[in-house]
Structure formats: C-alpha cells, structure tokens
C-alpha cells in the first residue's frame, strides 16, 4: 500500500493507515473533519510508469497503486468502472465546445458511480475481518453496498432517508439489506447510522468516509485514460456529499503526481437550488458551510442539506480554478430530457452536470468539457 499518511481538512492532524483503519467512525478525531489521503508517488511511478499501464484497457482495478489495499488477492469487485465516454455532436454543439463528454456511470453493475466505492469499502471490510456493514443512503449508496455485501456473504444494515425512489430501496431488499426507513432526510439518516456503528462493535461503518473517496478516485483515472492522457479543460459534477467532487480532484492530482499528466482541470460543482450551500459559500467567498434544513429537489441523490465532503469540494473548486453553479428542478429535468432523447438515460441526479453545464454554456466555448453522468435512469423515471 502506498498511503503515506491520511491529512484532516479541518486541523491538519496527521494519521497513520493502520490509525485510521482502527477508527470506527472514519473522521478526524480531535476536530470531527473528513480526512485525505497522501501517497508516495516517488514509489508508485516506479510501480506504474510502464507502456503498459498506459496501454491496458482502463478499468477500476487497473489503478491499485493509488486505492489503499494491501492483499490484492482479495478484492471484490462486480466488474465496477471501465465506463464509457460518450459524446453527441447534437449535444456539443448546443454547448459550443469542442468535444463535450458524458462520463457514463448509469453502467455500473448497480447503475451509479457509487460502486466504485464500495468495491474498495467492502474490500476493506473484509480485510479488517467484519462481515457486518452499515450504511446511510438517499438511494444509490445503499442499493449499491447491499449488492458488495450480498456478494461477499456480509451483513448490511442500510438507513434509508425519506427522499429515496421506490425502485432502489427495492434494490436494497433485493441483495436482502436489511431497510430501515428513517423519516427523515440524509443527515438524521446518516446520524442513526454512526449510533448504530456505535452500538455494534462488530459492524463496519460505510458511506462517505476516507475509504469511498479513494475509491471514488477512479473515475478521474479512467477520464485522464480514456482521452489518452489528454487534460480536459473542464470536468463537470454534481455535489451531494461532495465525495464525488473531491475525488475527482485527488485523481487529477495524483496524475500530477506521478507526472502522468501536467495539470489539473477546472472542477465545476453543481448543486439543486434547494440544497446549494456548498455553492453558497463558493459565490460567497466563505471558509464555513451553512447546513440546509430538510432539502427539496427532484435530484435526490444529491439532497445533502449538511455535506460531509463540502469543505473538500469547495477546495477542489477552489484550487482547481473551477466554479460553483446551482440549478433548479425545471432545469434538471430539461436536461435529463434532453439527454434522453439523444439516447444517454439517467436519473434526475444524473443529468445535474449537463444543466449546469447548459448555466455555464459561455465558459465551455471551444473547450474539451466532461460531464459525469452518475447514475442511471431506470432507478427514478419520474415525469416520464
Ligand atoms: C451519490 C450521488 C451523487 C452525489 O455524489 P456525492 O459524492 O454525494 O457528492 C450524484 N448523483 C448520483 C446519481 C449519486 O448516486
């Protein structure tokens, strides 16, 4: 394994792997903040700078230097990433760019980018020796831990808040999770989830901690191949916890790292007007994000009133030279129409980063542009 150390966003206190795989809440312990992970590149370009890794078909396995695993004879995975980017002329051409990519994640074995992180969560999970997880969801986090868990003969608890669509709780009861509707949105969920984890010392804590984020990271790894190593000049997601966004970061600064690649693309996260204060505090220039009560939004996979990774989103922004947009429902559901009809499926969530992308049409002129479309649009078919 080639984490050095893990850095906390809030208080810079240091940890050491085999410190933060003790904890059983992953977060800082003096200051509660989320924690990065810091690796050696000097030792994994020595690991990785060969023709063939620059050759092999990118896939999310194919990146294990850079995801914190020590036994790769015992991964699990479902077949997760190796995604395909998809472009539509019709589509860049609305924009004005000069190629605008859809990162397609609705093909994901449970149809969300999330599977890349749990393929590395339960990997962990098995190899601290648990065979108990839990989890708190809008949905696809859920849907797509039961599935690794249900794989890997573990136990899964998932708290579901109230926002979540029909069909991925169905998911859920499928793989045999067992549901636990909480009435109430993501943050109460996610606090009866980390009692829970209390409560239980053999279970294992899931959802966006420091595991996921890495996990998480391929999806940038997998961009960066795919237009054989060509820096686009934006990526575009959107923000629920913020973990997709930070990740995205960290892979393009990983590839800087090792000297694959030169520089970083401007980041842009997006947000639904009722629930954009990680957007807020990027238009208003603060260090501190100002939680939401109760959020709304036809994207309900990104209804975080309170998110665990805003802060490292906001610095993704930030230091990527990116921006901060918010769009409201009408313009989701246009653009999710829209990419329908050119053929590219996705739930509301999914199509967050073409509408803001249409908001922000003017700064993509004759740019290369990726929208990460992350997940799929059997899971909530609303309005259709
Ligand atoms: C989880 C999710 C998001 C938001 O990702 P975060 O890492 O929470 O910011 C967006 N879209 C879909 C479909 C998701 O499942």
Redesign the pocket.
Known sequence: MYVKFFRCFGCDATYLPEEVESLQIMRCEKCGSALDAEYDYESIKKEIISDSFRRDTPTHWKYWPFLPVSDLSSLVTLGEGATPLLEHPAITQTIGAADLYFKY?AQNPTG???DRGSSLEITKALELGKNKVVVAS????GSSIAAYAAFSNMECVVFVADVAADVKVAQMRAHGADVRMVDDDYCIAMNEAENYVRNNNDSFLTG?YPW?CEG?KTVGFEILDQLYWKVPDYVI???????????LYEAFRDMVGVGMTERIPRIIGVQAEGCNCVVQAWEDSTQSIEPIDDPITV?T??A?GD?I?GLA?LKAMRESDGLGVSVNDDEILAARNELARHGIL??P??A?SYAGALKVKDELVEQTAVC?A???GL?DMQGF
């Open positions: 994640e969300s980018f999330k809008t949905g696809n986090m966006d996921r998480t997601a959107p923000i629920g916890n913020g973990t997709l966004l930070w990740s994207a996979a990104i975080c998110p990774d989103a996705v739930e969530s999914g967050v990460i992350t997940g799929h899971k």
